[in-house]
Each structure stands twice: as structure tokens, then as C-alpha cells.
């Protein structure tokens, strides 16, 4: 109880009406979240030997997010370093043995962000590039001798994202884009150049969603072109560049597993003002390694008119890769449907494969009954196909024989993609004769491994299954075991017996280990240290609950430490998201295991527990549409009810006093929030972070609403709190990044919702953070986040009268 005490002592009082000038800072308790130590990222050699833990930093400052970036097409890049701006990195690299105790601190690294961390196929370099504020550069750590180098001096370009090299199969060099022109050599816009932009028509239909940072005029164009131009190169260890093809706008570049071919895709004009970089008429060659054509694979046009919905694309080849259990044979689909799926079909796809060297026609792999979602390989006769359909959420996968199509397909599974029940895992993977990643079979192609998170009804337990396609019978080998939550990330040996997992509990921070499943052995592989001490003795509880129309709810349910519910209400901040489905069993389902570590993070809910507030994160909030109905045709009702039932479970536990329950949610949640404040009266305050309010901004669909404005004016009016901003009478915090890309989150909508709110004379407050997108990543910026919210939160609901 003192503890609590001290904790509410902390953070007491309100002091919205002091200087708000610059950044502020909250309570220490809360602000050191800020500066936690984060887990380190790893990767693993391909001989299993060897892991590499890389640090990474701390927040960045406003300073890194406020440098140059142009936005073009859909992206974002740091034109001095032909690279996307903003990119994080790592500070760090210490190899750790999984056979002894050595450990390798990489400690000669040049100043600079450490990016693209991965050791060569043969395990004996590992490679990564770093950036500075002169551009991007290629290294590499050789394990034999410890000494690292800068493999060439030539830049490298990743405006257009993606791996930044490749290893060559046979660990001799790399593949990568470079710099054609040096950054001073950017186009300048003269003042001739400066002329009426048009668009018109063709009479097609372009009903596209809303992008944002589309190219708006030649200029943009001549830009995008210069920042997006490389050249596709070899690069052997010792140096030495060999130039492949001509410069161009390349996309992606990847060799086939037997190394003799590229798979080249690269951009074309012209461009579009309407879509983003990825949907720009796309060029995919097959070339020798010498950089000659060999082949033509495809020549998409621009994708302005894919037809509207989920689940259509383009019309042509598509999902263009190479078969991973062959040595150069490259696999693609293309639709039957003319990209729409609305249209009647029998089969609304097919899959193509296309052998070397390319010059015979491309044989008919697969006719797919909906819309392809992709292939696993495994060999000539094991592999798994997918399919999916939006209106109904449906997956499907096969076990096919690629070398025996007249076999007959096996059904793998069957369920809704919101089906967690229902998940049977991934398969596990071995490298084979080419170095590539295929699922591991075994008994006459009968058998393989899954692994996955296991969500049942009593939360995930992560497990291992042996599945037979013989008998359609699964054994379980492993699962997790309370009172740990343990994942099993990849098998360290053959036989997969030996696996690395990463394993935490409610009070133990996660850490990775070793376990032998077979030996029922486990030993810890690394000890980092709990990010949040201050938070130690939080209390976590899953609550079960029912909606008032009988669909199953639950909540994860935090009390602050000292406190104990003998002591009576405290406050309560709920952090929600809404999600569609069409099935009320899927929509019931439990999505976390109870034993998960508190893990405190400045990014949620979970600093207000040092404000003295029980959190209730990720009360469930479905929208159901089962049959012909479609979820958002009832949203508001069904968000209301959700809501209701959340207050109502706190309240009859004798946690929360119902007028002191604060809501609060990011993006989606943030247009949850503004609906709830307008229509109930659950809740004293809300917080709306990066949302979207006026849907008739979104005409052409948000989030899983397919239809247009124009068919559903009704369902955009209703679900938009915008509309309805009259209603809104308590007090809500708006926060928004100046500079959020996300498709339909513009940040204009926060400033329309509160011009609206002020007019009409109800209680809001905007706060824009500047540089900001989506998410917020400077320091300054997480830290003033925190504070607005404690000040809000302290002065709206802790200190507000009853009833106010």
C-alpha cells in the first residue's frame, strides 16, 4: 500500500496551466520506460554454430527525424544517402558460440547505423551494411581472423528499400544496387519548369484507396527517378565490382538457388500520380550472372486499375519468384478473373512454372479455385498451396506433388485467417542442395515438423507437432509449460531435437535458450536485464466476460504494484482496437497467453500503472457480420455493447469506480475512441492517438470495408465520429504525428475533428508532434506523449468531480 501511495504521490497534480512551451517530461517513473534497455535483435549462422546479438539503440533524437527527406511516390528518402530516411539500426554486434561459452564482442565497428546483419551461407563472414551521412557502404566481419573491413568504397542505393545486398551461394561476394550519380547532383526545379499539372480520364474505373506522398508533378518525377536509379553489381570479397545490365529503377534482384540466373525487376515509366512506387508499371528479366537478358518474364502495366477489393490484383504475372526446391525454375501466378475477384469463376487463378534456360513455353503448374496466396516447397514431390478468400476470411491449404500433378491434392487445413484455434503452425524448414530454406519432410514425404503459438481457450501455449498427411494425425512433441510462456524460433540440429527458444514469464524478462527436447534438457543461452524494475510486482489477470448478444469477450486486466482489491476502486484506462470478422466463435477467441511477461512499454497503456490506474489492455472489440451481413453495417452497436461489457466486468469485481474509467487507443482505436465518446457515456476521458474520424476522406475503403462511399454513404456517415462531433462531450486528447503516411490517417483528420469539436464548443485538446509519422520514435516526442497523457488523465479523470 506505501508503494502505491508513492507512485500516486509521484504523479499527482495538474499542470496543464503552467509554460507549455518546448517538450515536456514526465514523472521519472514513467520517463525512464523512454530509455529501457531493448532486447537485442539476432540472427543465426546457417551451420548453427554461431548467433549474432545486435544492440540496439535508444530512441533517437528530434534532430535525426528533422533531417532532409523527400517524399515521393509512396516513400521516404534521405536524398544524401539514396537510402529511406528515418532507418534504425543497431550500434552493436556480439557473436555468441551455441556449441561453447565463446563470446565475440564485433568491437572495431565504424561509427554509423549497423543494417542488413547476415552471415554467409557457408557461416564463415558476416556481412551487414552501415550507414553515415555520407551514404551506404558494405562490411564484413571474418570470423577466422576477427578483423572487419569495408568490403568497397562504392555507395550503395536502397531508395526503393528492400535487402540491401544479397550473399552469393557460394560465399564468395555479394549482389547489390549502387549509386549511379552522387547526391549534389540532384535535379533543381527552375523556375521554367514550374507549370499547371492535369490529369484526365480514360474512362476506366481507378478506384484506388488513399496513398499519401504520391508524386504531384514532373519535377517529382525527375526526382524520384534520380533517387530510385541504381546499378545492379557482383561484388567479391576482396573488392572487385563487376557492373551487371544497365542502370535502372530495380526493385528486386534475387539469384536462382543453383546461382547461374537473376531474377531482375525493375520500374518503368510511366508514373503515377495516383498510386504509390509498387504499383508503378513493373519490367521482371531473367539475366546470366554476367548481367545479359536471357528472358522476358513479365511487363506489368501500372496498377491503377486494379479492381476495388481485398482480394484483386493485377492482371498478368504476378508473385514472381523462384521454385526453392529446383535449381532455376521460376514459379508465378497470374488470374483468370481479370484481377477481380467478384467476378464468376471457376478457378480465379493459375500458377505457371517456367524451367531454365528459358526458352520452352511455361507449363501449367496449378489451377487455384480462389485467390493464390502463395506455395511452400519442399521437393519434386512435397509441397503446400494456398489459397484465400476476403468475403468470407477463408484459407485453404494443399499438400500437392509438383513432379506428379495427377495425384491427388491433400487438404492441410481449412479455417478462417482469424481462426487462431485452428492454426497448425509453420512447418519447419532445412536447408537443402542449394542452400534454400524448404520444408523439412520425412517418411516417404509423409511427415513434417509445425511449430506455432497454440492459441487455445486458456491462452497461446507454443508447441512442436509431428504431422502425418498418411493418416491426417498429428503427435504433440513439445508444448509449453506453465508457469512459462516458451517459443520455439528454429532447430539447431538435424533431426530438429534441439531447438533455440525464447522462454519468459510473468515476472522473468525473456531470455533465449536451448532446450533438447528429446533429452528434456534445458540450459539459458543469454541473461539480459528486466527493462522495468521500478514496475517489478505488477499483477496480470485475463478476464473472460460475455457481450450482451452472448459473444464471448476477454481482457487483460493489470494492477498497479501494491495494490490489492481489498482496497476498493481506482481508476481505469482502457487501450482497445477494433477488428472485423465474419464468425462470433472466431471473434471469441483468446488472443495472449496469461503467462507472457509484463513487459512495460512506453508505447501503450502501461505507464499510467505508475499513475495509479489499473490498465485494461485489448478488451475485445469484434465487429461481426456472419452471412450475407457485413460487419460495419452494425459497428456502432456492436461497439457500444463491447464497451458496455468491459465497464460492466470491472465494475462487478469491485476494481474500477465507473466514473473514473478513461479510454484510450492508437490509429483504428483512435476512431474507437472518438465513437464511443459520442455515442455512450461510459467513460470520463478518452485519448485518440493518430486516428481517423471523417471516413468520406477514405472513399474507396478503410481498414476491411471493401465498399466504396458512394454504395455505402449510410455505413461511412454513421461510423464517422466527424458526423457526430456534437455529441462528443467529454473530454477527449487528440495526438498526431505532422508527418503520419498511413493510408487514411492524414493528419489533417485530427485537425478537421478538433476545428470541429472547438466550434461547437466541447472539451479537446490537438497535440501535433513535429517530424512525427504514424508511430513515434524521438525521444522528445515519446517523452511529451507521456506527459500529455499522465496531465490528461490526472486532470479528467483522478481529480474530476463526480458526475463532471
Same mark, same amino acid.
Given at each position: ?53 545486435? &544492440? ?6 528530434? /534532430? ?68 553515415? $551521412? ?31 545486398? +544479397? ?6 561476394? !555479394? ?34 484507396? @488513399? ?14 527517378? !534520380? ?8 561484388? =567479391? ?51 546470366? @550472372? ?30 514472381? /519468384? ?19 475477384? *467478384?467476378?464468376?469463376?471457376? +478457378? ?7 524451367? /531454365? ?52 491434392? @491433400?487438404?492441410?487445413? &481449412? ?47 507454443? !508447441? ?6 498418411? @493418416? ?50 534445458? $540450459? ?5 536485464? +528486466?527493462? =522495468? ?57 483468446? $488472443? ?8 512495460? =512499454? ?29 460487419? *460495419? ?47 455512450? *457515456? ?26 466504396? !462511399? ?14 457526430? /462531433? ?18 487514411? $490517417? ?24 513535429? +517530424? ?17 497523457? &499522465? &496531465? ?13
Amino acid at each position: 500500500m506505501k508503494r502505491l501511495i508513492l507512485i500516486l504521490l509521484l504523479v499527482s497534480g495538474s499542470v496543464f496551466a503552467q509554460s507549455e512551451l518546448g517538450y515536456q517530461t514526465p514523472p521519472k517513473m514513467m520517463a525512464d520506460l523512454v530509455d529501457a534497455p531493448r532486447r537485442p535483435g539476432a540472427t543465426i549462422s546457417d551451420d548453427k554454430q554461431w548467433v549474432a546479438l545486435m &544492440q540496439r539503440p535508444g530512441a533517437p533524437g528530434i /534532430a535525426e527525424l528533422a533531417q532532409p527527406e523527400e517524399k515521393l511516390a509512396g516513400l521516404r528518402i534521405n536524398p544524401a544517402v539514396f537510402a529511406p530516411s528515418r532507418s534504425s539500426g543497431y550500434t552493436g554486434v556480439e557473436l555468441r558460440s551455441l556449441e561453447t561459452e565463446e563470446k565475440i564482442d564485433i568491437s572495431d565497428l565504424p561509427e554509423g547505423k549497423v543494417m542488413d546483419v547476415a552471415f554467409s551461407p557457408d557461416s564463415k563472414n558476416l556481412a551487414f551494411i552501415l550507414e553515415t $551521412t555520407n551514404g551506404l557502404t558494405l562490411w564484413n566481419y571474418r570470423l577466422k581472423t576477427g578483423k572487419t573491413s569495408q568490403v568497397a568504397k562504392r555507395l550503395i542505393n536502397a531508395s526503393l528499400g528492400g535487402r540491401k545486398f +544479397h550473399w552469393k551461394h557460394d560465399s564468395s561476394g !555479394f549482389y547489390t544496387r549502387l549509386t549511379v550519380k552522387a547526391a549534389d547532383q540532384k535535379p533543381v526545379q527552375a523556375l521554367a519548369d514550374i507549370k499547371p499539372v492535369i490529369q484526365t480520364t480514360t474512362g476506366e474505373k481507378a478506384a484506388v484507396r @488513399t496513398y499519401s506522398n504520391l508524386l504531384k508533378t514532373p519535377y517529382d518525377e525527375n526526382l524520384f527517378e !534520380f533517387l530510385s536509379t541504381s546499378q545492379i553489381a557482383e561484388i =567479391s570479397l576482396n573488392g572487385k565490382i563487376k557492373l551487371l545490365g544497365k542502370a535502372g529503377m530495380y526493385r528486386a534482384y534475387t539469384a536462382s538457388p543453383d546461382g547461374k540466373y537473376l531474377r531482375v525487376s525493375q520500374i518503368r515509366k510511366p508514373f503515377s500520380y495516383l498510386v504509390p512506387y509498387y504499383r508503378f508499371p513493373l519490367l521482371t528479366e531473367v539475366w546470366t @550472372t554476367k548481367g545479359e537478358l536471357v528472358a522476358q518474364v513479365a511487363d506489368l502495366p501500372s496498377g491503377e486499375t486494379i479492381p476495388k477489393g481485398f482480394d484483386s490484383v493485377i492482371d498478368g504475372r504476378r508473385n514472381i /519468384a523462384w521454385r526453392g526446391d529446383e535449381a532455376a525454375t521460376l514459379v508465378w501466378a497470374q488470374a483468370l478473373d481479370g484481377g477481380d475477384m *467478384n467476378t464468376q469463376a471457376e +478457378h480465379h487463378d493459375s500458377v505457371y512454372t517456367w524451367a /531454365a534456360p528459358f526458352k520452352q513455353t511455361p507449363e501449367l503448374l496449378l489451377n487455384i479455385e480462389r485467390r493464390f496466396a502463395g506455395v511452400e516447397w519442399g521437393n519434386d514431390r512435397f509441397a503446400i498451396v494456398t489459397d484465400w478468400r476476403f468475403s468470407d476470411r477463408q484459407l485453404r491449404s494443399w499438400r500437392f506433388s509438383p513432379a506428379s500433378l495427377s495425384d491427388e491434392k @491433400t487438404l492441410f487445413q &481449412q479455417r478462417s485467417y482469424n481462426d487462431r484455434y485452428n492454426d497448425p503452425g509453420d512447418f519447419v524448414t532445412e536447408q537443402n542442395e542449394f542452400g534454400v530454406d524448404v520444408i523439412k519432410v520425412f517418411d516417404d514425404n509423409n511427415k513434417v515438423l509445425l511449430t506455432g503459438r497454440g492459441a487455445s481457450s486458456e491462452g497461446n501455449i507454443p !508447441f512442436m507437432d509431428e504431422f502425418d498427411f498418411s @493418416t491426417k494425425t498429428k503427435i504433440r512433441l513439445w508444448q509449453s509449460e506453465a508457469p512459462y510462456y516458451e517459443q520455439i524460433l528454429l532447430p539447431i540440429n538435424e533431426d530438429a531435437t534441439r531447438v533455440l527458444t525464447l522462454r519468459e514469464s510473468v515476472s522473468e524478462q525473456p531470455n533465449f535458450f536451448i532446450r533438447d527436447i528429446k533429452g528434456n534438457s534445458l $540450459t539459458q543461452f543469454t541473461d539480459f536485464p +528486466h527493462p =522495468s524494475p521500478a514496475f517489478i510486482g505488477i499483477k496480470k489477470e485475463l478476464i473472460k466476460y460475455k457481450r450482451n448478444d452472448g459473444v464471448d469477450l476477454t481482457g487483460t486486466l493489470y494492477l498497479p504494484p501494491g495494490y490489492d482489491e481489498s482496497q476498493g476502486p481506482i481508476p481505469v484506462l482502457m487501450w482497445a482496437y477494433p477488428l472485423e470478422y465474419k464468425d462470433k466463435a472466431v471473434a471469441s477467441q483468446v $488472443t495472449d497467453s496469461p503467462y507472457e511477461f509484463v513487459r512495460v =512499454s512506453y508505447w501503450g497503456p502501461m505507464p499510467h500503472l505508475a499513475q495509479g490506474f489499473a490498465i485494461f489492455d485489448d478488451p475485445k472489440m469484434p465487429i461481426i457480420g456472419s452471412g450475407d451481413d457485413l460487419p *460495419n453495417d452494425t459497428f456502432r452497436i456492436q461497439l457500444v455493447e463491447s464497451a458496455i461489457a468491459a465497464v460492466n466486468v470491472l465494475v462487478s469485481r469491485g476494481i474500477a469506480d465507473p466514473d473514473k474509467i478513461a479510454i484510450a487507443g492508437h490509429s483504428y482505436g483512435a476512431f474507437m475512441v472518438a465513437n464511443l465518446l459520442a455515442h455512450s *457515456n461510459l467513460f470520463k476521458a478518452g485519448i485518440a492517438r493518430s486516428g481517423a474520424y471523417n471516413r468520406s476522406l477514405t472513399p474507396f475503403g478503410f481498414q476491411g470495408e471493401e465498399r466504396s !462511399f458512394w454504395e455505402g454513404q449510410d455505413v461511412y456517415a454513421a461510423m464517422s465520429p466527424f458526423f457526430h /462531433a456534437e455529441k462528443i462531450d467529454e473530454p477527449m486528447l487528440m495526438i498526431h504525428g505532422t508527418e503520419d503516411p498511413n493510408s487514411g $490517417t492524414f493528419p489533417m483528420q485530427s485537425e478537421r475533428m478538433f476545428a470541429a469539436i472547438k466550434g461547437l464548443g466541447g472539451n479537446t485538446r490537438l497535440v501535433m508532434l513535429p +517530424h512525427e509519422q504514424h508511430g513515434y520514435r524521438a525521444r522528445e516526442s515519446l517523452l511529451h506523449l507521456l506527459w500529455e497523457q &499522465q &496531465q490528461w488523465l490526472q486532470k479528467y479523470v483522478v481529480e474530476a468531480p463526480p458526475g463532471q
